[in-house]
């Protein structure tokens, strides 16, 4: 019997050293030097591993399309690795695909179109990194679940520093956002708490939308809560030069909560609730949205000096004479404020007051208790998710929005797939300039997932 627990004792012993070996192996730390290749880490990482990059300038994209990788930019000194696009002659900074992706401790320069985005990705951490000069997005989650962005400074972005597209379950914590053209905007996504940040000197500082030809028809569930909120009146920014002067708006949105924010110096309004295409930005028709925003809390808020200057804002295209502390061009349902003493209003005498109404501190964050479990996914299905996370933020079916609509590119491209897949991957203009932007390639997609994504484009989506 001795002999037999011996035997086992061992075997259970070598069995632990087997695990404890394999957990090591997976565990691995891939580093990075001055003058080395990011990407060539990345693609000798599996799961679990961590590639860390030494303090240098990087000019480089970063494409990772594995789950539970660690991108790492270790600090020495006060000295970060440097992501740098060459003036924008790249088109993005670090592009992740995979899940359970996270990114610290960068700072991102200079290029065309994104900062860091994560298409498609669930269970992601962006966090302590400095996103600067951006042509389009600082930092990007589209079509994602269950993240986190904290901690990270954005700036001199032409469109919005932090952007969550058609995304659940993410809360955005204490950055630092300014001089951007939009702060934050929380996009046709639910479940979103944007909460102690110090978002500052913005054409517009939070926006939460519903924009209309999207594939996410509603937009819901977001708490905006315990931010600074100050002095966005920037007017640089021709994306953004009709809306500016705004500090935190709704458009379209349903039971979005404002609650304990400061807000002060926004020349328009602290806080405008509107219907979708009121104050002039022009969006495509949408039969399957609903532009109404409905049940908006205002609660526990202080107002400091806002809407003392419309400009040329207007709503339906007639101009308005004043501004206010809190504004509102909508007609939705079960509005409500309260607590928010000496307030300027305009547009609410309809509104309820919040009194009774339970607040929003019971939801100390909207990211999920457990990790969303990484499915395998059939080719199809991942030339779906492709189309959703990268391709349908830019291309409506039968809509303009920033691209083309697919009808077109459909129509262009019809039985010849190939063709399709080599232009995904070097696209060329086909319009003027001043029509649509140019595409950015998305040559970091395998071959194989670009001819799957064209075949998805040109047979699937509209039916």
Known sequence: MSNVRETLGATAAAAALWLAMIATVQAAVHTVQTGESIQEAVNRAVAGDSVHVMPGIYEQTVYIDKDDIRLRGIIVNGQRPILDGKQQALHDGIIASGHGVVIEGFHVRNYR??????????????????????????????????????????????????????????????????????????????????????????????????????????????????????????????????????????????????????????????????????????????AAIDPQPDQARIVGNVFVNNGYETGDFQVFGAPIPEGADIMNFARGNDHCFDGDQGATLLGVNHWQDCEGTPTSTKVRSYQLDEPIPSEPLSPKQKAQLTYHAVCSGCHAYSHIMIGPPMQVIQGIYRGKPEALASWIAAPEKKWPADRFPAMPPQNYLSEELRLDLARYILNEVGN
């Open 113 to 286: 179109s994104n900062g860091i985005t994560t298409q498609g990705g669930n269970n992601f951490v962006i966090r302590n990194n400095i996103v600067d000069n951006i042509h389009l997005y600082g930092i990007f989650p589209q079509f994602g679940k269950n993240g986190l962005v904290a901690n990270n400074i954005i700036s001199r972005t032409s469109d919005a520093g932090i952007y969550v597209g058609m995304s659940e379950n993410v809360d955005v914590i204490a950055n630092e956002v300014y001089d951007n053209a939009l702060g934050i905007e929380a996009e046709n996504s639910h479940f979103i708490l944007i909460e102690a940040n110090y978002v500052h000197d913005n054409a517009v500082g939070i926006p939460v939308v519903i924009i209309p030809g999207l594939q996410t028809k509603t937009s819901a569930d977001t708490i905006v809560r315990n931010n600074f909120v100050i002095n966005n009146n920037a007017q640089q920014f021709e994306r953004a030069r009709d809306r500016s002067g705004r500090g935190i708006t709704v458009v379209g949105a349903d039971r979005v909560i404002i609650e304990g924010n400061i807000v002060k110096g926004n020349r328009v309004c602290g806080v405008c609730v509107a219907s979708v295409g009121s104050t002039g930005t022009a969006f495509p028709v949408d």
